[in-house]
């Protein structure tokens, strides 16, 4: 059901696309950022960056966060520019496969049903699709934002389960424990390390796309505590 929904999400994606792109706003940054990674001129761009932004406006960040500049390189690396369609399409891929980790995340904690209304609201929601014409990060944050949650969900999940575990082997003699029993445990603890690193990539993932997504952390930190 996730892959229908984020099938779906795609598809509405393609649909609302138009030719173009309206030059201005962040994603010309992101652009200038790329083409430095690909042609290995980032402290030249930088000079000429720190200058247009303290000459010609007042507020301006000196470099966006560089997860989806790094996205793109690939593009300007192939077609030593930016189709700016393909960038649409490939923006909308990401949307799609965040809908399906919206529906994962959501399908622990609710039914299935209820899972796929709720995300609905994102995957059908005219205004937010239409972001992929933007070209910009911030519908790549909602899938690493998307990932890290589910990544940090299941470390939490398998960490309660490890606890239970222990809790109960405590009640019983340690010769009782079988060779079965220790093998789950082993696997259990080696899913806990890949969840946790997971996890600590999707969030840095997600911060490296938009600062914003520093409260990702926040909110893991606030959970343990």
């Known amino acids: 059901m996730a892959g229908i ?55 301006g960040a000196d470099v966006y966060p560089w997860m989806w500049p790094l996205m793109i390189v690939p593009f300007y690396s192939i077609f030593h520019s930016f189709p700016v369609m ?28 209820k899972a796929v209304f709720l995300s609905s609201f994102i995957s059908c929601n ?37 606890l239970q575990v222990r809790a109960a082997n405590n009640q019983e003699e340690s010769s009782a424990l079988t060779a079965d029993m220790q093998r789950k445990k082993s696997r259990s603890i080696c899913l806990l390390v890949i969840y946790g690193l997971l996890g600590g990539a999707g969030i840095c993932a997600s911060v490296m796309t938009k600062t914003l997504c520093e409260g990702l952390l926040l909110a893991l930190l606030a959970y343990d505590l």
């Not at 000429?48 to 406006?57: L, T």
């Not at 005219?126 to 890290?148: H, K, P, Q, R, T």
Request: with cysteine; aromatic share 18%.
């Open 86 to 113: 393909f960038l649409k399409v490939y923006e909308a891929v990401f949307v799609a496969a965040g809908v399906a980790l919206l529906v994962f995340f959501l399908r622990r904690r609710i039914s299935l049903s």
């Open 5 to 59: 929904c984020a099938a779906i999400s795609f598809l509405f994606c393609l649909g609302v696309i138009y030719p173009g792109k309206s030059w201005g706003g962040d994603f010309s940054q992101y652009f200038a950022q790329a083409r430095a990674i690909a042609t290995g001129t980032i402290p030249e761009w930088y000079e000429k960056n720190i200058f247009i932004i303290d000459h010609s406006c007042v507020i």
């Open 126 to 162: 005219y205004v937010y699709i239409m972001d992929v014409n933007s070209v910009e990060a911030d519908l790549i944050s909602f899938f690493w934002g998307m990932a890290a949650l589910n990544f940090i969900d299941l470390y939490l999940k398998e960490r309660k389960h490890i």
